[in-house]
């Protein structure tokens, strides 16, 4: 499955409360992403990294935070900031700087928020 | 910033006809156009690509075609089958060499194809 793994599968929480997403991978990919998906549009990107500790953030990053310690992991906070956090959230790497590389897409996180 | 439209967003066609879905771009230094499919509740799927320096590239029963000059690009499938069922989202981006920049995609709005028997 491309060497990308996202936990967990579904995710319930409050409105209000922070909530983590998980993102791996095993590709030694460069580049990570994360991109929000809601019905009937297409992939908005919140934030990407080319580099570790490196981070820049994308089309909506209002709301949500990251953090690239590790090459393999780059975790997505969702913050309370985030008015309409319920979403389908996908992670994709890449082999990095320069010309554009194929993105390959972890199997998403669907988060809902009540 | 970059912007890419889509069309149609459905698209029905009877199993053996073909699909053609088109995606207009704005940037015109976007040089990287993927296409990807996505089943219903997985992951977008890489299905063919194309890049400025080609006009047109396939694969068994997938094209795609990109026009430069009118920053247009379409996808073309033949011999469509039940299996072909999926929505389809084209992107764009652009980089290079010494850029230091990622491969930043825009995505279309995605097209939902059906594949009727």
């Known amino acids: 499955d491309g060497g990308i793994t996202q936990s967990p599968k579904y995710l319930f929480r409050k409105e209000g409360q922070n909530v983590t997403l998980s993102c791996e991978q095993n590709?030694?990919?460069?580049?990570m992403y994360w991109y929000r998906q809601d019905p009937g549009q297409g992939l908005r990107l919140i934030y990407y990294?080319?580099?570790?500790?490196?981070?820049q953030k994308g089309d909506i990053a209002e709301g949500y935070s990251v953090s690239r310690e590790k090459k393999e992991s780059f975790p997505l906070t969702v913050t309370s900031a985030q008015k309409n956090p319920t979403a389908f959230y996908l992670c994709?790497?890449?082999?990095?700087?320069?010309?554009?590389?194929?993105?390959?897409f972890g199997p998403g996180t669907r988060l809902t928020v009540t | 910033g970059e912007n890419v439209e889509q069309h149609p967003s459905t698209l029905s066609v009877q199993e053996g006809d073909s699909a053609v879905i088109k995606c207009t771009y704005s940037d015109s230094a976007s040089n990287y156009f993927p296409w990807y499919k996505q089943e219903l509740g997985k992951r977008p799927q890489l299905i063919i690509d194309i890049r400025s320096n080609v006009g047109e590239k396939k694969d068994q029963r997938i094209a795609v075609t990109l026009n430069k000059t009118a920053k247009h690009f379409s996808l073309h499938i033949t011999e469509t089958q039940p299996e072909d069922s999926a929505v389809y989202f084209c992107a764009a981006s652009h980089g290079g060499v010494n850029t230091g920049t990622a491969s930043k995609l825009t995505f279309g709005t995605g097209t939902r194809l059906q594949v009727t028997l």
């Open positions: 994709a790497s890449s082999t990095g700087q320069g010309y554009p590389y194929e993105q390959y």
């Open positions: 590709l030694n990919h460069d580049a």
């Open positions: 990294s080319q580099i570790v500790n490196d981070f």
